[in-house]
T-cell receptor, first 116, second 112 residues
Framework: AQKITQTQPGMFVQEKEAVTLDCTYD???????LFWYKQPSSGEMIFLIY??????QNATEGRYSLNFQKARKSANLVISASQLGDSAMYFC?????????????FGKGTKLTVNP | DVKVTQSSRYLVKRTGEKVFLECVQD?????MFWYRQDPGLGLRLIYF???????EKGDIPEGYSVSREKKERFSLILESASTNQTSMYLC???????????FGPGTRLTVL
């Protein structure tokens, strides 16, 4: 069974508008972490934001925020005020457990296109 | 700034050749990872290492091996390259007990 599900293969948004990229996860481990990475056409993976399963507050980093709904097992990425440079692939990932096993499991990604 | 470098951005090899992909990080990270990325499949973990000379299989280790003789260097080896190993290969590193992984620029390998 997929541990990370990104149901949107592609998303379009107008410049300056907000967009939400969906991510649901599946784990029985009480300790886990959720990540979002951005991959522009150049290919490098850029870390955007992290949410730990015990974090009380939703994570925010500049224009990026993570809408963490633990009961629903969702960790959606919200990008506010989209810019043309936000056009890229976006990957949600999860780390299970803690202490020596820092493997990440990635979703299949969402391609975001920001239109001028 | 953390820097993860990979030996080649593009590589073309022939079926049956032995292929070495090198990854070097300069931040004294304990953990290092090799992923492959294919369209529609996301990133899949091939192998990882949490210390020198230590290695663990990821989700798709078949056809690959790794070597970590020094802390900063993690090599991925394709013993006998096959066309189904044509892919983008990404290396990453991280501190133990810290969540963020830092990625290299990737190597796009084509096996003819």
């Amino acid at each position: 069974a997929q541990k990370i599900t990104q149901t949107q293969p592609g998303m379009f948004v107008q410049e300056k508008e907000a967009v939400t990229l969906d991510c649901t996860y599946d784990t029985s481990d009480p300790s886990y972490g959720l990540f979002w990475y951005k991959q522009p056409s150049s290919g490098e993976m850029i870390f955007l934001i992290y949410q730990g399963s015990y974090d009380q507050q939703n994570a925010t980093e500049g224009r990026y925020s993570l809408n963490f709904q633990k009961a629903r097992k969702s960790a959606n990425l919200v990008i506010s005020a989209s810019q043309l440079g936000d056009s890229a692939m976006y990957f949600c990932a999860m780390r299970e457990g803690w202490g020596g096993s820092e493997k990440l499991v990635f979703g299949k990604g969402t391609k975001l296109t920001v239109n001028p | 700034d953390v820097k993860v470098t990979q030996s080649s951005r593009y590589l073309v090899k022939r079926t049956g050749e032995k292929v070495f992909l090198e990854c070097v990080q300069d931040m004294d990270h304990e953990n290092m990872f090799w992923y492959r990325q294919d369209p529609g499949l996301g990133l899949r973990l091939i192998y990882f290492s949490y210390d020198v000379k230590m290695k663990e299989k990821g989700d798709i280790p078949e056809g690959y091996s790794v070597s970590r003789e020094k802390k900063e260097r993690f090599s991925l080896i394709l013993e006998s390259a096959s066309t189904n190993q044509t892919s983008m290969y990404l290396c990453a590193s991280s501190f133990r007990l810290k969540p963020e992984q830092f990625f290299g620029p990737g190597t796009r390998l084509t096996v003819l």
